[in-house]
């Protein structure tokens, strides 16, 4: 029996530094009626996609994953940036910085140009980090820094062969902000102690690494914590009726207003790019900025029918916003409104897609960019290769994102 002269333990708490989300989220999501009055026939390849020139795509979209409009309050320059350092390396000259979004703990990020002035305003790009399975850090895998984590490098040598692609795009003449979003890096959950629903599964992990003879570090420890926790902060955020999906997307789109203000950026000539997870973020942000000039998305792209029944566990919470898929299909919403240059690069081996999923929706872009009142482009390639982005696919996404952003 529990002692009666003790007070009961206090719960640990689910959402570890992000107490103060729900009291934010409450009055930022429109509920604007119901859902079954808008088209139904938006989705994949297969499922009945329709031209839909006159629907607007961004609207459904966030209606869908529930973004919350984001704080016009939060400042995207000026005392609201903080800067935390400077450095320069082989042509780049890169400038960490801080901004807080209203909620939860602040963001970090990394602001990238070319280190000979330009003179002149330059094209910017927001740069996407991969969800990878790994929460302890973000947009680092996307750069060197001064002192690197060991898990940023593995990834970067495992996902990205050894390249920095933040680096590579601000070296070829672009301005790059690369952030860590909702959940990694600078702006993941605390998870020590842990919420009740994580003990038991974590000591089941210390017992397989014990047999297995590892000793994980305090980053593997993490990581595994937080994949288990995805599907907490996907429950709360139901319950607040947004999506993590579109959290994601809230603090994407606070980025990019920090990029779009930076004083070198030509805000009218603004790219996003992104591989796996940030493919899908790159094609999220593609139907929910009309004035998007390019987006470019790495290994994230197949028709809806294709990821069942075989393919969903493959993916996480990012793409499986519940009725996201069975209304807008991954083609749709990253063609948007097409106003935007869009470049899909796919890998024939990807082991988290389909292949006939894979060519079905780069037949669904092709047709969708045919269509008279598309204004934009589009350009898909399938490469060889599994789910890593080769030097082919860097250097394709390099070349569109200096044509598309070119000055007119």
Known sequence: MPDAGRPPTPRPSALGGYEDWPSWVDGRV????????????????????????GQDVGALLAELIGLPSPDTSVPPAGPGLRTLGRWERDGVSTEAVEWWVGFGPPTRGWLLRPSAPAGEPLPGVLALHCHGGVKSVGAERLLRTPHPTDVAQRLRAELYEGRALAEDLARSGHVVLAHDTFAWGSRRFALDPLPDSLREPMRWAEAAWSADGTSPDDHARYDAAAALHEHVVAKAAGLLGTSFAGMVAHDDLVALQVLRATADVDPARVAVAGFSGGGGRAAVLASLVPDLRAAAVVAMMTTTTALLPRWADA?????????????????????????????AVSFADDRLF?????????????????????????????????????????????DFLHGALAAR
């Open 354 to 398: 389909p292949p006939a999923g894979v060519r079905a929706a780069h037949a669904e872009l092709t047709d969708l960019y045919a269509a008279p009142a598309a204004t934009g482009t589009f350009h898909g390639e399938i490469l060889p290769g599994d789910h890593v982005v080769t030097a082919a696919a860097a250097d394709l996404v390099t």
């Open 315 to 343: 993916h996480s919470w990012l793409l499986t916003t519940p009725g996201l898929l069975g209304r807008l299909g991954l083609p749709r919403i990253a063609a948007g409104r097409r106003t935007h240059d869009l470049l």
């Open 30 to 53: 429109p509920r604007s009626g119901p859902r079954a009055a808008a088209p139904r026939n938006l989705h994949g390849a297969g499922d009945g996609a329709g031209d839909d020139v």
